[in-house]
């Protein structure tokens, strides 16, 4: 089942590092068989495994990088590499199916077509259910010779804890904001714009460029309206729930929580404003009772914890809940930990 993989993947620059180490170990013979590649959305892990698996098919990389060139990278970017294999789901958002797994298992067991590696990749890990991740195991323990198995993953606590010991597990974090805003302002066509877009994502880089193309930039001012008219007794929790319910979740959660930290410190004589659009309506948001801001913000990040668990709770309904805690209703209601 190798698909194309459309064209030669550089890593991320903050993790250009990442690569080369994981390369440096291959040549001395200390590479893992199976690597977890885990961390938030967004941040390039995908990039990188990519990156990883065409520099071991292509027969002459240079500095770290697939050539781009020579039989080996016409078959990855092609997707007709015998020694590769990408398990992904059908659409976005659906289950890994147990028999793409065995399709895996046996792709693992076989030996390598071009005298190198074989290199398998699940992406994201977590698309596998229960199933799907008991038919693996015994391949992350023992697959062919010189295989490799990569699986990305951003949810972790959704693997089985066999499945994890079986990998080894690289974690992966956002880089420093002193990396990921010039280079997603070089992204941006209006540069000013990374800051914020940052900050609703999570510092993840890729998520805040996606979040751009989403159009999220320009709702957002609507969303800060519809807190502040809600805090203000002027708009029902119910009706701005299911306004927002088919946003990002996880990015509304977050620039929330972002707006109301920031709240809380112009209600406390802070002047800044992240992002100068939104200055009048921070204004507005400002006024509400810096204990119910607070409560907002405690009920926020125990949503995002929820959010970020695996979880899948009804977004309409958790919105309403958050909602709730800003008009007073206290975190009683909501999501209590
Ligand atoms: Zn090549």
């Known amino acids: 089942m190798a698909e194309a993989v459309a064209a030669i993947q550089a890593p991320c620059p903050w993790h250009r590092d990442t690569l080369n180490q994981l390369l440096s170990r291959r040549e001395a013979g200390r590479l893992p068989h199976a690597l977890l590649f885990s961390g938030p959305a967004g941040i390039g892990k995908e990039r990188l495994a990519l990156a ?40 976005a958002g659906k289950a890994i199916r147990i028999d793409q797994i065995r399709e895996l298992v046996e792709f693992a067991s076989r030996t390598p077509q071009y005298g190198g590696h074989r290199v398998a990749l699940v992406r994201p890990a977590q698309a596998m259910n229960r199933n799907a991740q008991n038919a693996l195991l015994k391949t992350l323990e023992e697959p062919g010779s010189n295989t490799l198995l990569i699986l990305v993953c951003d949810q972790v606590s959704a693997l089985l804890p066999t499945v994890r010991s079986r990998c080894q597990q690289q974690l992966l974090t956002p880089p420093p904001l002193s990396v990921s805003e010039p280079w997603v302002a070089g992204q941006l066509a209006v540069p000013e714009r990374a800051a914020p877009l940052l900050a609703a994502a999570g510092g993840a ?27 203000s007794g002027q708009a029902s929790a119910v009706v701005i729930a ?17 707006w109301t930290r920031q709240a809380l410190r112009l209600s406390q004589g802070a002047t800044h404003v992240t992002d100068p659009e939104l200055a009048n309506a921070m204004q507005h948001l400002a006024r509400v009772s810096p204990i119910v801001l607070l409560q907002f913000a405690q009920a926020l990040s125990r949503a995002r914890r929820l959010f970020v668990s695996g979880a899948n709770p009804n977004k309409e309904l958790l919105l309403e809940q958050l909602l709730l805690v800003l008009t007073g209703a206290g975190p009683r209601n909501a999501l209590s930990a």
């Open 242 to 258: 299911r306004q927002f319910a088919g946003y990002d979740t996880l990015a509304l959660l977050e620039a929330c929580y972002g």
């Open 52 to 91: 990883l698996l065409q520099v071991l098919l292509c027969e002459s990389p240079r500095g770290g990088i697939a050539c781009g060139r020579c039989h080996g990278c016409h078959m990855t970017t092609g997707g007709t590499h015998p020694d590769m294999c990408l398990t992904e789901p059908a659409e």
């Open 205 to 231: 880089p890729l998520r805040a460029v996606a979040l751009e193309q989403a159009d999220w930039f320009a709702e957002r001012a609507a969303l800060v309206q519809a807190l502040a008219r809600l805090a």
